[in-house]
């Protein structure tokens, strides 16, 4: 599995610190959707999901969570910790997060709209459709 993170420029200055996403800059996609993932209650997880058409970058703006992506061969798990990195993550991965911060605001740019039917929410389904996309 590639290594998915990306540097992300951090302008700092004594007002406080700012990042920037641009597409064909350090942005490989065109945002169509931002969300934020923020106020997780301790020891809960989220995702357990994958997509079938759908670029993101996931970037934790403050705090950290752990990001553990999946492409049906090999697990690899990223400390997101730092806006100087972000994930970049293509389609057909499961993922899930984890080990949230009291802190942790994650933010996260999607290359298109919402939509449900793109989601493969069970594992052994996603084992199937993965294998069969890498044909
Ligand atoms: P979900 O995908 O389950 O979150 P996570 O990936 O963190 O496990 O989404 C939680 C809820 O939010 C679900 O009801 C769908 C809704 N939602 C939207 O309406 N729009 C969005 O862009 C996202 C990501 C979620």
Redesign the pocket.
């Known amino acids: 599995m590639e290594d998915f993170l990306r540097d992300i420029k951090l302008i700092e200055d004594a007002r406080g610190k700012l990042v920037v996403f641009e597409n064909g800059n350090n942005c490989p996609f065109e945002v169509k ?1 931002a ?1 934020c ?1 923020f106020g997780v209650k301790e020891g809960e997880e ?4 994958a997509h079938k058409n759908l670029e993101q970058i996931a970037v934790c703006l403050s705090g950290s969570c752990e990001f553990i992506l999946d492409d049906g061969k090999e697990q690899k798990t990223f400390a997101l910790n730092s806006p100087k990195k972000g994930l970049y993550i293509g389609n057909n991965y499961w ?1 899930v ?1 984890k080990n949230f911060s009291k802190d942790c605001v994650l933010l ?1 740019l ?1 290359s298109q ?2 939509d ?1 039917s793109d ?1 493969i929410r069970n594992y052994k389904e996603f084992l199937t459709y993965t294998k069969n996309a890498a044909k």
Request: hydrophobic residues 35%; glycine residues 6%; without cysteine.
């Open positions: 959707r969300y993932i989220r995702g357990f999901h993922r997060m996260v999607a709209h919402y449900q989601y």
